[in-house]
C-alpha cells in the first residue's frame, strides 16, 4: 500500500525518465539528419555541376529549333503547290496519251495503206516489165518482137 501512497510521487521521476528517453532518440535523429542533409548537399552539389554545362547544350537546342515552326509553314505551302502542280502534271500526261493512242492509231493505219500501195506497186511492176519488153528496140521475145520476126525480120 505504502507503493501506491508513494506512486504520486514517482510521477516526475518517471516523467524525467520518459523525456530523457525521448531526448537521447531526438539526439539519435538529430545525428542521422545531419548525415542526410551531408549527403543532400553533396548530391544536390554534384547535380547542380551536371546541369550547368546542359543549359548550354538546351540553349543551344531552343536556338537552333526556334525556326522550325516558320520552315514547317513554308515546307507546308510548297507542298500544297506541289500538289497542285502535280494535278497540272497527270492531267498532261493523260492528254499524252490520248495522243499517243490517235497517233498510234494513225500509224496502224497508214501501215495499212502502205501495204496496200505496195501491193498495187508490186503488180505495176510486173506490168511495166512486160510493156518494156514489147517496145521497140527491146530484146525480149515481146509481142512487137515476135510481129518483126513474123513479117520478115528487122
Same mark, same amino acid.
Not at 505495176?124 to 512486160?130: A, L, W
Given at each position: 500500500?505504502? +507503493?501506491? $501512497?508513494?506512486?504520486? $510521487? &514517482?510521477? *516526475? ?5 520518459? $523525456? ?17 542533409? @551531408? %549527403?543532400?548537399?553533396? /548530391? ?8 550547368? *554545362?546542359? &543549359? ?17 509553314? %513554308?515546307?507546308? %505551302?510548297?507542298?500544297? =503547290? $506541289? =500538289? ?7 492531267? @498532261?500526261?493523260? /492528254?499524252?496519251?490520248? +495522243? ?5 492509231? #494513225? ?7 502502205? !501495204? ?8 505495176? %511492176? @510486173?506490168?511495166?516489165? +512486160?510493156?518494156? #519488153?514489147?517496145? *521497140?528496140? !527491146? =530484146? ?12 520478115? @525480120?528487122?
Amino acid at each position: 500500500m505504502i +507503493d501506491e $501512497l508513494l506512486s504520486p $510521487l &514517482r510521477l *516526475p521521476e518517471r516523467a524525467l525518465d520518459a $523525456l530523457t528517453r525521448v531526448a537521447n532518440d531526438l539526439s539519435g535523429l538529430r545525428a542521422e539528419l545531419a548525415s542526410g542533409v @551531408g %549527403k543532400l548537399e553533396k /548530391t544536390t552539389s554534384t547535380l547542380s555541376s551536371d546541369v550547368r *554545362p546542359l &543549359r548550354a547544350d538546351v540553349a543551344v537546342v531552343r536556338e537552333s529549333t526556334s525556326p522550325l515552326p516558320e520552315g514547317i509553314a %513554308k515546307l507546308e %505551302k510548297v507542298v500544297e =503547290g $506541289l =500538289g497542285g502542280k502535280l494535278e497540272n502534271v497527270h492531267e @498532261g500526261v493523260g /492528254t499524252v496519251h490520248a +495522243d499517243l493512242r490517235e497517233l498510234s492509231a #494513225k500509224v496502224d493505219q497508214m501501215s495499212q495503206q502502205l !501495204a496496200a500501195m505496195q501491193e498495187t506497186l508490186t503488180g505495176m %511492176k @510486173g506490168s511495166v516489165e +512486160d510493156v518494156t #519488153k514489147d517496145l *521497140p528496140g !527491146a =530484146g525480149g521475145t515481146g509481142a512487137i518482137a515476135r510481129v518483126r520476126e513474123a513479117i520478115g @525480120g528487122q
